[in-house]
């Protein structure tokens, strides 16, 4: 088997896709009217499923994590410590929610935590000072 991508489940498509494209960066195109949507960063593929829409399809109910939830992260890496300073306030002041602001770990990354608007994590960090 090969990894083809990751799944996520959302809630409000137009708006995690404005998150994504806008504030991220993510690479997304989208018309508005296919209920997925397929989005890539640096390569790696992602794909947001509506929730109605996949229970519905699996004729299943799923439990989702309500508020910042913990299941996961998305981690995402700039050059430097200082970027990772800039990134986060970047991101912050488009619409991001902070979880952690900038920290240097004592085994040297500098590593933030905002929030999408759904509450999925997502990491922003370095290694290089």
Same mark, same amino acid.
């Given at each position: 088997m090969k990894l083809d991508g990751i799944g996520i489940f959302v809630v409000n498509m137009k708006v995690m896709? +404005? *998150?994504? #494209? %806008?504030?991220l960066g993510f690479e997304i195109e989208? +018309?508005?009217k296919e209920p997925n949507v397929m989005l #890539? #960063?640096?390569g790696v593929l992602f794909m947001f499923y509506g929730r109605n829409d996949f229970q519905n399809m699996t004729n %299943?109910? *799923? %439990? @989702?994590?309500?508020? =910042? %939830?913990?299941h996961y992260e998305i981690a995402l890496s700039? $050059? #430097?410590h200082?970027?990772? +300073? /800039?990134? @986060?306030?970047n991101v912050i002041s488009k619409g991001a929610k902070s979880v952690?602001? $900038?920290?240097?770990?004592p085994w040297g990354q500098r590593t933030? @935590? =905002?929030?999408? $608007?759904?509450?999925? /994590? =997502?990491? =922003?960090?370095?290694?290089?000072?």
């Open positions: 896709v +404005d *998150f994504y #494209k %806008n504030v989208w +018309d508005g #890539k #960063k640096d %299943n109910r *799923f %439990n @989702y994590a309500k508020g =910042i %939830n913990g700039v $050059p #430097k200082t970027d990772v +300073d /800039l990134t @986060y306030e952690m602001k $900038p920290t240097t770990e933030c @935590y =905002i929030a999408d $608007p759904e509450g999925n /994590l =997502i990491e =922003i960090g370095s290694f290089n000072r």
